[in-house]
Structure formats: C-alpha cells, structure tokens
Nanobody, 121 residues
C-alpha cells in the first residue's frame, strides 16, 4: 500500500506561482497530478515516468506547469506559474504501480487527499 500526501496549496493572485509537493510512503512508478473544481469531473493535469525523462501535460497547462520528481525523497512536484482563476481546484497526486504514465484517472492505483489551490482574479 502506498500513501500519498500533498502539500503546497493555498491562495494566490492571478499571475502568481505555487509549487505543490507529493510525498509517497512507498515505491511508486509513474505519477500524475489531477484536479477537480466544484461541480466538475476530475481532470488530468500532468504525469511523469519513474525516471523523470518522460512527461505529459494537459493542453490547458502546457508552458505554465512543470512536473518533476526526486526519487531519493520519494517526492513529486508540480511547479505552477502564471496561474489563472480557472486553475482554481482541488489538486490530487496519484501513483501507478507500473511505469507507464497515463492521462486517465482510472489507470492510477493510489491517490492522495489533495490540496486546495485558489487563484484570485
């Protein structure tokens, strides 16, 4: 069983930056970030392979968000720049037990409780 704990969320003005962290309790392979706004489906944000050499992003965040990982610390990060009001959501970290990252939430095996990001216009 893998436990994931997210941190780094908060309130920020539009145009600002935040860095989310996701600490894993056990060995993980591919990792992803998803988000869910009130009344909406949980949507893909970014994913990364175990080595960190392969990444994928939703079109809505390309060029603004960067996913990275430090396997020595069992931690995945999401650097979010140029934040917009529409980025406001609860952000979730997810892990797979295989090294194929995916943009489909059903493919992920473990989930954290999430951290809230609120961007004021």
């Amino acid at each position: 069983q893998v436990q994931l704990v997210e941190s780094g969320g908060g309130l920020v003005q539009a145009g600002g930056s935040l860095r989310l962290s996701c600490a894993a309790s056990g060995r993980t392979y591919a990792m992803g970030w998803f988000r869910q706004a009130p009344g909406k489906e949980r949507e893909f944000v970014a994913a990364i392979s175990w080595s960190g050499s392969n990444t994928d992003y939703a079109d809505s965040v390309k060029g603004r968000f960067t996913i990275s990982r430090d396997n020595a610390k069992n931690t995945v990060y999401l650097q979010m720049n140029s934040l917009k009001a529409e980025d406001t959501a609860h952000y979730y970290c997810a892990a797979r037990i295989v090294n194929y990252y995916s943009d489909t939430k059903e493919d992920y095996d473990f989930w954290g409780q999430g951290t809230q990001v609120t961007v004021s216009a």
